[in-house]
């Protein structure tokens, strides 16, 4: 019989690159980032157009399955292992794996130890059906604990590939940074290479002139990407049009006296993107998406810049 690592790699291989998206500290827009950032790799100029993956590891608090759009929904068996769900449709190019989609309701608590959440990860690893993909983005929870050692020993055959990279998000405020410190420090324990970090929730975007307010510190996360010697990714401010949209996974009202934004690429698209995938339509009008772009753009150039083994 085969072992769990040989499974792994085997079911991971044609996954060109895995981006384990950490902080040390809860509340900090993890899950958001994650969200953000699989949309905008989705969405990236690339031909062909890249498929991406999404797995939530955050065993405890799984919040993709609710910023997707995707409540309710149910991860279905096949020959070929479990079939993910797809945010956006027909298209079948974003793949979601969450452990909320596999409780009976939402409100439902997972109260499990040690080694059965590790079982669960290596499942989420091995036992779906994630085809082809460019990008499999993690979303992890807060800390260094079980589920990241878990994480990692069960990429470790991946790892020696160069296909796994870290992106650490952060908050301006010096508890926030403290503790992603100890994130670094994890990450240059287990060797996993970080690609940058990320400062969320760096001021605020006012909902009627878009204007961004610096309401508490800001600049912590690239100051402390200087002193780590690792890269400055961006910061994002407070979106409330973000967060009502993740919120609502996609379904918010269109303003029908709102001018468009969108790039002129994707305007024959629209009326097919808006219905299919209406996360990625709101997505594209939020103040966050134009500076999100440009992290997106920085990560694929780190990506592409690594050597393959």
Known sequence: MASNDTLISRRLQRVKHIIIVLSGKGGVGKSSVSTQLALSLYDSAQDPPPRVGIVDIDLTGPSIPRMFGLDGQGVHQSSGGWVPVYADGAEARLACMSVGFLLKRRDDSVVWRGPKKNAMIRQFLSDVRWEELDYLVVDTPPGTSDEHLSLMEHLAPLQAQSKLTAVLVTTPQLVALTDT???????RTVSLPVIGLIENMSGYVCPCCGEITNV??????QEMARTENIPFLGALPVDTQLVDLLDSGGRIKEDKNQETTEPATNLENRSNTSIQFP???????TPTAALFKSITQKIIESLEARPAK
């Open 279 to 285: 996360l990625l339509y709101g997505y594209r009008k």
């Open 181 to 187: 410190m100890k994130c670094l420090s994890f990450t």
């Open 216 to 221: 508490f510190s800001t600049g912590g996360g």
